[in-house]
């Protein structure tokens, strides 16, 4: 099964409303990842988040790790059409040196 | 710049065929991975490699096969391609196995 969940699927949002993606594993993460995809293209690196409870911004996102270091999310605030595309996470679990990727959230923003 | 590189971008290859995707980076990066990507599964580990000369299996290592025999190259081989391996192959490299992944621009294979 997969080792790492993520929720929602799908997710449609008005330009300028906010968005969240949640990862969550039922197992504790070393520390969790975020890669960002755009449509035809291929994943790339945003962030890493290794401390619990540790919170992390980059201009209008912000990636938050739980306190029991076993869930994550990534917040969009104010959305625009250029973060169109589907977002990852990935974790790694403690005594596994690689990460386990989550199915993703595609995210669309209409004008 | 070329960062990380995969050969064919796109392949339609008859079943039973055998095929070897390629990869390439120039960034002296230690680790490389092989993921496969479909819809709604995400990216899923096919194979890895820590270090040169070294290898392990992923989360979906069956019908594949990797090497490793230098830094810069980690060729994926299907040996004999079934139609579930139609997919689409992104390889991707980082420094250490547990730091920022690159990826490459993936290979796009159907198997018919």
């Known amino acids: 099964g997969q080792q790492v969940m993520q929720i929602p699927q799908y997710q449609h949002v008005q330009e300028g409303e906010d968005f969240t993606t949640y990862c969550n594993s039922s197992t504790t ?28 911004k980059q201009k209008r996102l912000t990636f938050q790790f739980g306190e ?10 104010a959305t625009q ?3 169109v595309g ?4 990935a974790g790694m679990l403690n005594n596994f040196n690689k990460f386990y990727f989550g199915s993703g959230t595609k995210l669309n923003v209409k004008p | ?13 008859a079943a039973g065929r055998r095929m070897t995707l390629r990869c390439t980076q120039d960034m002296r990066h230690n ?14 580990l096919i194979h ?3 270090t040169a000369g070294t290898t392990g299996k992923g989360e979906v290592p069956d ?16 040996a004999s391609a079934v139609p579930s391996q139609t997919s689409v192959y992104f390889c991707a490299s980082s420094d250490m196995p547990n730091t920022e992944a690159f990826f490459g621009q993936g290979t796009r294979l159907t198997v018919v």
């Open chain 2, 1 to 13: 710049i070329a960062g990380i590189t995969q050969a064919p971008t796109s392949q339609i290859l």
């Open chain 1, 29 to 56: 993460l070393s520390n969790i990842q975020w890669y960002k995809q755009r449509p035809g293209g291929h994943p790339v690196f945003l962030i890493q988040l290794v401390k619990s409870g540790e919170v992390k």
């Open chain 1, 68 to 77: 029991a270091k076993k869930n994550s999310s990534l917040h969009i605030t």
């Open chain 2, 63 to 78: 019908g594949y096969s990797v090497s490793r025999a230098n830094t810069d190259d980690f060729p994926l081989t299907l």
């Open chain 2, 31 to 44: 680790a490389m991975y092989w993921y496969r990507q479909d819809l709604g599964l995400g990216l899923r």
């Open chain 1, 86 to 89: 589907t977002y990852f996470c």
């Open chain 2, 48 to 50: 890895y490699s820590n």
């Open chain 1, 81 to 83: 059409t250029t973060d």
